[in-house]
């Protein structure tokens, strides 16, 4: 989190937050966690409820598989309160079948129907097994234009929220990469909590 943030934080009666200098060092691992080549632009468009719009991305695969094996990373992002959801995978196929896990979960969980979804081209969101499942439960399908991602900001912001964290993490603690997936639930569980606070 960035040092604003956390001051607020405080403010807003987080307890055991130490008084942190706002000094920064030459290597500081927030720094070197978060370089970044361009920004996207905020979308100004936003639905009104939950579930309305969720937007998935895939992120992967990484270089150094996980502990258990895992190089994919599956992010859901509620456009409605920016709440996210990581799922790890083994290959790009489980994409599908993570879809339905997590859509069956969070329609019982919210007690609530997803409107629609919000994906780029890839062939994992595109194929015809996807498509008729999207269709069987009445969730619109919006997908951006080839090579656009930020047309999809929402999901590739959090995406770079997310591994910027996993990033810092890692620097400021020394963890080893191979437990980068563990770093990655836990930089999602944060970021929502403090989303919750803010």
């Known amino acids: ?34 370089h970044s080549k361009q920004f996207f632009h905020d979308s100004h468009s936003r639905v009104h409820g939950k579930l309305e719009l969720i937007h998935l991305d895939l992120c992967g695969p990484m270089p150094i598989p996980s502990e258990n094996g895992n190089k994919y990373i599956m992010i859901f992002i509620d ?14 196929y489980d994409a599908f079948q993570t879809f339905k896990n997590f859509h069956k979960w969070i329609e019982n969980d919210a007690q609530s129907h997803v409107g629609s979804i919000c994906t780029d081209n890839g062939k994992e969101y ?27 900001g929402v999901a590739e912001r959090m995406n770079r929220t ?37």
């Open 1 to 34: 989190m960035n040092y604003d943030n956390l001051c607020l934080l405080k403010k807003n009666g987080v307890a055991g937050l130490p008084t942190i200098p706002r000094k920064l060092k030459q290597r500081d691992a927030c720094i070197l966690g978060k």
């Open 79 to 92: 456009d409605y309160t920016r709440m996210c959801w990581v799922y790890l995978l083994k290959n790009k």
């Open 126 to 152: 595109t194929a015809n097994e996807f498509e008729n499942y999207l269709r069987q439960h009445g969730i619109k399908h919006q997908t951006t234009v080839p090579y656009n991602p930020q047309q999809n």
């Open 162 to 198: 997310i591994l910027s964290m996993v990033r810092s993490m890692i620097f400021f603690k020394s963890v080893k990469i191979m437990f980068w997936a563990d770093v990655v639930l836990c930089a999602a569980y944060i970021k929502n909590r403090c989303h919750l606070m803010l």
